[in-house]
């Protein structure tokens, strides 16, 4: 059973607009969220966490916002440039595990 | 460079021939995982180590073996490979358990059992 979801297999964007990447999860212990950038032949990338005590982590162009009440959260990348463009992953710790979604395809249309 | 390398990058195999995917880290982390990627499943976690001679099983680990003997190797073992587990492993370390400060990742090992 998955944990932890990514209902979109891809989004689409415009250069310079937001993109919004969205993830949902069922096990209220994660501790901590991270999402992922993954470009083809190569190893996931870490690109941001947050603490489950908090609801907003912001570096550069990338924030990630938990809503731990809907078991939500989601990543936006403001402006979306289009080196941007790859599959995200969100993951969630837990028990020395940690648990990915499927991935969300972004395409950056310059 | 700080990273994580793995061996081979692509490896097609029969059925019960024995093979070992190696994996290395420079940066002195005391925890290492393995994960494969599947289509439409994501990344699911095989076996982790918390540190030398420690060990355990993650959520897909039945076919799968590791050891851990030194801090900077935790290479994956498939003594009998089967079809069902053709697929691209990763190899990861972080400096925390959970990888809360973020997982570095190896490049990737393409597997095809046939």
């Known amino acids: 059973d998955q944990q932890v979801k990514q209902n979109s297999p891809s989004l689409s964007v415009q250069e310079g607009r937001i993109s919004i990447l969205n993830c949902d999860y069922t096990n209220s212990m994660f501790d901590y969220f991270l999402w992922y950038k993954k470009y083809p032949a190569e190893g996931p990338t870490f690109l941001i966490s947050i603490s489950s005590i908090k609801d907003k982590n912001e570096d550069g162009r990338f924030t990630v916002f938990l809503n731990k009440s809907a078991k939500h959260l989601s990543l936006h990348i403001v402006p979306s440039q289009p080196g941007d463009s790859a599959v995200y992953f969100c993951a969630a710790s837990w028990a020395n595990n940690l648990f990915f979604g499927t991935g969300t395809r972004l395409t950056v249309i310059p | 460079e700080a990273q994580v390398t793995q061996n081979p990058r692509y490896l097609i195999t029969v059925t019960g021939k024995k093979l070992t995917v190696t994996c290395s880290q420079n940066?002195?982390?005391?925890?290492m995982s393995w994960y494969r990627q599947d289509p439409g499943l994501g990344l699911r976690q095989i076996y982790y180590s918390m540190n030398v001679e420690v060990t355990d099983k993650g959520d897909v680990p039945e076919g799968y073996k590791v050891s851990r003997k030194e801090k900077r190797n935790f290479p994956l073992i498939l003594e009998s490979p089967s079809p069902n587990q053709t697929s691209l492993y990763f190899c990861?370390?972080?400096?925390?358990?959970?990888?809360?400060?973020?997982?570095?990742f190896g490049s990737g090992t393409r597997l095809t059992v046939v």
């Open positions: 940066m002195n982390h005391e925890y």
């Open positions: 990861a370390s972080s400096l925390t358990q959970g990888g809360s400060d973020g997982y570095t």
